[in-house]
């Protein structure tokens, strides 16, 4: 088995790609080892490895955060765990995260419903894949007076550049796309 590995924006999360599915669908973070322990035995040995601070799955692909550990020194482990674990056949989630439990609810108005649609999509098709590209994700959290609200995970929560894609990719995109947005703020 081979594993590519791929820096991304945030020189705190490093991009693992084993080369097969991770997850089928939607995906996951693990910010503590007993968050991970409870749903992913992947997770919860990458979280188990001194240095690791959150582990995120995508569809072909799994990005850890380190805490200040070196990537000399981190990346031979983390690539044998994913290794070692792809290898033994396990399942990569025990049990999936309650429906919508890592976003939380949806806020909008009622009267806003077509205009949050076309947010969705924008956001599904020209937005979710390209941050999926650097090891991240981005979902809809609402919108309200103007304002949309998104929920950075993976490599892009904490990435020093995700100002810069929030502000001036994301924003301007949904305001060129969309009347009625005026900002996009992170949650």
């Known amino acids: 088995m081979f594993i590519q590995t791929e820096a991304t924006p945030n020189p705190a999360t490093m991009k693992f790609l084993p080369g097969r599915v991770v997850l089928d669908a939607g995906t996951e973070e693990f910010l503590s080892v007993e968050e991970a322990e409870d749903r992913s035995p992947l997770a919860a040995r990458l979280m188990e490895i001194d240095g690791v601070e959150a582990v995120f799955f995508g569809y072909d692909f799994v990005s850890v955060t380190k805490n200040g550990a ?74 309200r007076n103007g304002t949309v609200y998104l929920n950075m995970r993976g490599a892009c929560s904490g990435c020093p550049s995700s100002t810069a894609t929030l502000k001036h990719g994301i924003q301007n995109l949904l305001r060129h796309f969309v009347p009625g947005v005026e900002q996009v703020e992170a949650v």
């Open 70 to 143: 070196d990537w000399a020194h981190l990346k031979p482990a983390i690539l044998a765990t994913i290794m070692e674990h792809f290898m033994s056949g396990q399942p990569v989630m025990a049990r999936p995260a309650a429906l919508g439990a890592e976003d939380g609810q949806e806020f909008f108005d009622a009267d806003d419903k077509e205009v949050v649609d076309t947010i969705k999509e924008l956001l599904e098709t020209r937005v979710r894949p390209a941050v999926a590209q650097d090891g991240g994700d981005i979902t809809f959290r609402g919108f």
